[in-house]
């Protein structure tokens, strides 16, 4: 069971794509428990401000510290110590807080394996024009990125991360086989799928599906994988350990180029 906590200024934003599908039956499973929490119910104050124009100008407005900070300490039940909450999560048994903003480190399906290992874990929805750099250096203990692309906040983000670890909590999926062969899971694209008919709008399907020889379809499947990964994504084959037939298998790719 992992139990997110996500600080947003959007609650609603999350309404949606939580409410359908396998997040929807993780929540009902029992596997994780997601808490939506409203940055401005923490904001002080008649009209709970939680955004300032920046020091030293420049335009757009800043996402004030008080009000997270505030959120943070209601939500874990503790107060940030002065040398900021690095120092609590380093003693462990404190959850990871995890900023998401276009400067973090990149989702990838190692971190997403790595988050799904906890069993509680806090998500600051920043804005890009600025959230104060105090909430990333006394609060935050990682700050993740889905892209090289800007959005307008750090919510659709947030719900990616919540995609992507739900699914890899055990029993979530019901077939762990499933997310072992995923694309990414093994560091390789899927090979292609096919579902009947065996004959659509005049489109057969490969031979070999049809075949019956269980061995053989697994190295097609295989070789699928990996020259589909030669063709888009090059860049993750090199960081990959791949048996002699595998590399067997590129070489001739390459030489028949
Ligand atoms: N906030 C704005 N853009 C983002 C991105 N690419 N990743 C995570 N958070 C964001």
């Not at 904001?43 to 335009?59: F, I, S």
């Not at 920043?126 to 006394?138: N, Q």
């Not at 990616?160 to 699914?167: H, P, S």
């Amino acid at each position: 069971m992992i139990r997110f906590d996500i600080l947003t200024l959007f609650p609603e934003m999350f309404d949606g794509p939580f409410e359908a599908s396998i997040i929807k039956r993780a929540q009902e499973g029992g596997f994780v428990e997601i808490a939506l929490h409203n940055i401005r119910d923490y904001a002080p104050g008649k009209h709970r401000v939680t955004d300032d124009t920046p020091y030293g100008g420049g335009g757009g407005m800043i996402m004030k510290p008080e009000p997270i900070f505030n959120a943070v300490e209601a939500i874990l039940g503790l107060t940030v110590p002065d040398e900021g909450y690095a120092t609590l999560y380093a003693q462990g048994g404190y959850p990871p807080i995890i900023l998401l903003t276009p400067q973090g480190r990149l989702l990838k399906q190692p971190v997403a394996r790595s988050l799904a290992t906890v069993d509680r874990l806090l998500l600051i929805c920043g804005r890009y024009e600025g959230i104060d750099e105090r909430v990333r250096h006394y609060l935050a203990t990682d700050e993740l990125s889905i892209g090289d692309y800007v959005l307008s906040g750090g919510e659709l983000a947030a719900m990616i991360v919540v995609d992507a670890v739900t699914r890899l909590v055990p029993g979530v999926l019901g077939d762990a086989a499933a997310t072992a062969k995923d694309s990414h899971s093994a560091g390789l694209l899927e090979h292609p799928h096919y579902t009947r008919p065996a004959e659509y709008r005049g489109h057969g399907i490969p031979d070999i599906l049809l075949s019956g020889h269980h061995a053989r379809l697994e190295v097609w499947r295989r070789q699928q994988s990996l020259l589909r990964t030669l063709k888009r994504r090059p860049d993750l084959l090199a960081s990959l350990e791949l048996s002699q037939s595998d590399r067997d298998f590129l070489a001739q790719q390459e030489e028949g180029d």
